[in-house]
């Protein structure tokens, strides 16, 4: 079975500030690992996926993802963050052999503050 | 980018009650999902669907439970009769492809249970 656990429920960051979000999964293979945000009232919107090649990877509005086998982490970063950033940020897991079924973090609500 | 559309964006029902959740997917995408969301807990997978059939369920897809595409139509989530444990946001969405393909989400329709 695999899992992902994100956790920091809620982070709150000033305007400017860089920003981390961690997300550690469980999982034996090789897994696609996505990071999504949701603004309010909307859909889930990608930011960034992996799968192989390069740890780091780029995503959109200046994110970034680096991937670290050993330690089956999976963390968001952004060098400098904007109050419309704020949204919740989810990590998610596509295993190998199951599909297409995803497996979700529990989600971390950023506030940025001015 | 591609959007998903979701109706209604929220449903107030009596228990026992027939509900039908719509989902209007990506126009070109072939793969369709159902994930379910109580409030303060994990996204969690329901249901996909592809080529007019269900490819995999997970346990929360109980009996009461029924997805279809008829003609390319919309695609939808029935739930007859409805729990009160059915109360929760549901959230439809669409890929090209299967495994590791980006999924593009709906905003969410939020069922309550009465």
């Known amino acids: 079975a695999q899992s992902v656990t994100q956790p920091d429920a809620r982070v709150t960051v000033s305007e400017g500030a860089s920003l981390q979000l961690r997300c550690k999964y469980s999982y034996s293979g090789t897994p696609y690992l996505f990071w999504y945000v949701q603004y309010p009232r909307q859909g889930l919107q990608l930011l960034l996926k992996?799968?192989?090649?390069?740890?780091v990877v780029q995503g959109v509005n200046g994110f970034e993802a680096e991937f670290s086998k050993s330690n089956s982490s999976f963390h968001l970063r952004k060098a400098s963050v904007h109050w419309s950033d704020s949204a919740v940020y989810f990590c998610v897991l596509s295993a190998q052999g199951t599909g297409s079924k995803l497996s979700f973090g529990k989600g971390a609500k950023l506030t940025v503050s001015p | 980018g591609p959007k998903v559309l979701q109706i209604p964006s929220h449903q107030i029902i009596d228990m026992g009650q027939m509900v039908t959740l719509n989902c209007d997917p990506v126009?070109?995408?072939?793969?369709f999902y159902w994930y379910k969301q109580i409030l303060g807990q994990q996204m969690e997978f329901l249901v996909n669907?592809?080529?007019?059939?269900?490819?995999?369920k997970s346990k929360l897809f109980k009996d009461q439970f029924s997805v279809e595409r008829p003609d390319g139509s919309y695609f939808t989530l029935k739930i007859q009769p409805t729990a009160l444990e059915d109360s929760a946001v549901y959230f439809c969405?669409?890929?090209?492809?299967?495994?590791?393909?980006?999924?593009?989400f709906g905003p969410g329709t939020r069922l309550l249970v009465l």
């Open positions: 126009s070109n995408h072939l793969y």
């Open positions: 992996y799968y192989s090649g390069d740890p």
């Open positions: 969405a669409s890929s090209p492809w299967d495994w590791g393909d980006t999924q593009y």
């Open positions: 669907f592809y080529n007019g059939k269900v490819m995999e």
